[in-house]
């Protein structure tokens, strides 16, 4: 009898504590539950904040294990770093991909999950920067010669953007613009791979609450999303999209996220 395969390991990189319950959350929890190991990195807040400790609780949730934070701040809260943290859009790119690769190598993920390069319907500049901090880091970390302190090397198999296509959109991009927002979704062949996350909705959902003190304020998306009715908000945060960029040959078969 053929064993099934099991679900490949994940690891999300984000910019800021919610993105990870926003963007994946679905997808986080459905691996989890699969008995896939799950963690992710947030590249923004410090462990002394109040944003540090809500995701605590969300990661709980998605059974994500423990926050993993890069230690920058919010290009526009400089609440997000009291002791004076560089903003992540300052960071030396040099210095930010080896705390990235540091984590890549000792957490070993088969999957890196994290931003686009639009910054994510909105264009947050922190989003944009986190971009493109994951794409050096994911080719770095398999790399012998490059940040030789940072651990063994480990060349994930796979890279995936969260995006949002023109065509799936749908009720989030009105829900965006009725706070003046901009809503930067990608031509539809962008995508890859669209996931729907319906039976871990409950779950996503409970994780977006965990950050309560967006979801107290009123233009933050996960505010936004609890003045909906249920089914309108089950509907926006039910399906997920990620394009699959392209990575350094490794070896083995190429991990796919669970459809």
Known sequence: MTQPTAAPSLLGVWAHPDDESLLAGGVLAQHAAAGARTAVVTA?????????????DALNVLGAGPPRLLGYADARNPASAPGGAVRLVDAPLDEAVGRLVAHIRELQPDIVLGHDA?????????????????????????????????????????????????SGVGRLGPLLQSV??????????????????SPWAAAK?????????????????????ARLPEPDRTE???T????????????????????
């Open 118 to 166: 639009t910054g994510q319907l909105t264009g947050h500049p922190d989003h944009k920067r986190a971009h493109q901090i994951t794409l050096l880091a994911v080719e770095a970390a398999g790399l012998p010669h490059l940040y030789p302190d940072a651990g063994e090397p480990w060349q994930p198999a796979a890279l995936y953007a969260a995006t949002h296509s023109e």
């Open 240 to 259: 997920e999209q990620f394009t699959r960029l392209t990575l350094s040959p490794a070896p083995g078969a190429p991990h796919k996220l669970i459809a």
């Open 180 to 197: 003046g927002k901009t809503v930067l979704a990608v031509p539809d062949a962008y995508v890859t791979t669209t996931i729907d996350v």
């Open 236 to 238: 926006i945060i039910s």
């Open 205 to 225: 959902w409970e994780a977006i609450c965990a950050h309560r003190s967006e979801v107290a304020r009123p233009r933050p998306l996960p505010g936004l999303l």
């Open 44 to 56: 923004t807040w410090t462990a002394d904040t109040h944003r540090a400790l809500e995701l605590a």
